[in-house]
């Protein structure tokens, strides 16, 4: 008991809130898709909330149980969205699932989630075709488009129209009161190594996470903005998005399929844009195609890079040459995703440009919500002193417990337990510095050990992607029959360049100790990315483990 109850409503914090608050209080604001079918769509939040309420009356006629999981292999856009709401505002779960990923993973994915409708985009219906026959707990199938492009025949049984299943609902449906722990989403991590692991996320959590998020020291999106999201809704729920510009009643705009930097840019325009979010990158697509035809952004403020290390020489074109304030970003799937974002303290307004560039190039500080430490191998918390890097731990209202499936308190939770606190262990490698500012060295799997001292392949990335030749560059641990590991950089060239390895390695003279400056460099035409747009180091890795460096 608690000594003395506060007297206050209780209010279950419902994903629903959300789309409510925005359908009366922001009932006009504008949710405009760029969709598959190839048109530009307008509607408002009056209408979204109308038909997430018309796919909740959909999901009951269906069968669908409460607490079930429904699938969606989709884009960014207002059918997605109202699949966001109508799923979780009426207490299923909603499942987004990474189109990008191998098939044969996806199956896996809908097996273990155990999804029950399956709700896809036009582009996805060969996948699903294909899928089918691996996936017999999906009992209904959703083609998110209109009657006029249904297909005119396809394997899949009983193909439903989303339309035309909205069509048969009249929409007078209220949105149901539960308890606020309800799980309301799932999405699975990107599973750059072993199978990939559910993140169930609850009303509670979600809407704790938009909260966080709208704050100024952190996304800082408010009822002014036009909000793009890049970021894919089928990863971690486009950062939470979707969830946020609702709550303060944003125009949203969603690009749909088209991702490459001239639909992108003329989108932003022509929208008005105030503020997007994305992986690097998407950024490296929108910098060369703005570079080549001299483009601007007239509307555009802000951007929340994250998801993978921003290179510093992004972050400076992007604010040098496009005037662009950039907020530096991490998180992960299972933080939902936010943790950290690089914004300045007041007592920073003194330092030079320089110095609060450095700062403004780490991963950032946390707010409130998420709290993060650093440990070595036992365990034991290390200093707050910029340099020493450890595994970094997080821990908040937005964190997963444990994965989907396994039991509370477990032996296979990943938890760490220091002073008696339970703490997540992300896999990354980090500092913080006395402010709290927290800087990735690398991923435990990515750091390159050699004769027993650890190199940061972000530290060599960034500086070669300084390099005015560079487009992309990418460093692994290659096998040394001396040292056990050395540095490999793998690049590819911007368009016309062809600078020699020699070159590029005497660019790293002065950045980087002389023992930590690659071996060797290969040039390539593409690297390998994961499903979520990051490099895949484990393929590159498997390729270029045994590369024989110079002098071996
Ligand atoms: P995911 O769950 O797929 O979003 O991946 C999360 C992982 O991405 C983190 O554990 C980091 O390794 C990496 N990551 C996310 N944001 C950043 C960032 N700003 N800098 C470096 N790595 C990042």
Redo the contacts with the bound molecule.
Sequence with gaps: MPILSGQMMQMPLSISSLLRHAARHAGDVEVVSRRVEGDLHRTTYVEVERRARQVAQALARLGCALGERVGTLAWNGHRHLELFYGISGSGRVCHTINPRLHAEQIAWIINHAQDRVLCFDLTFLPLVEQLAPQIPSVAHWVLMTDRGHMPASSSLESLLCYEELLAAEDGHWAWPEFDENTASGLCY??GTTGMPKGVLYSHRSTVLHALGQVSVDAMGIGSRDVVLPVTPMF??NAWGVPFAAPMVGAKLVFPGPRLDGASLHELMESERVTFTAGVPTVWLGLITHMKKLGLSFSTLRRTV??????PPAMMRTLEDDFGLEVI???????TS?LGTLAHLKAKHASLDAEARRLLQQK?GKVIYGVDLTIVDANDQPLPWDGRTAGQLLVRGHWVVDRYLGAAKNGSDSPHVDVAGERWFP???VATIDADGYMQ?TD?SKDVIKSGGEWISS?VLENIAMAHPAVHEAAAIACHHPKWDERPLLIVVCKPGAEPSAQELLRFFDGKVAAWQVPDDVVFVDELPH?A?G?LLKMALRDTYRDHRLPGV
Excluded: Y
Aim: net charge neutral.
């Design positions: 991590t990107s990863h971690v890079i994250g998801g993978a290390a921003c530096h970003a991490w998180g992960m799937t299972e995703p991963q992300t896999g990354d990735i991923r972000i994961t979520t990051k």
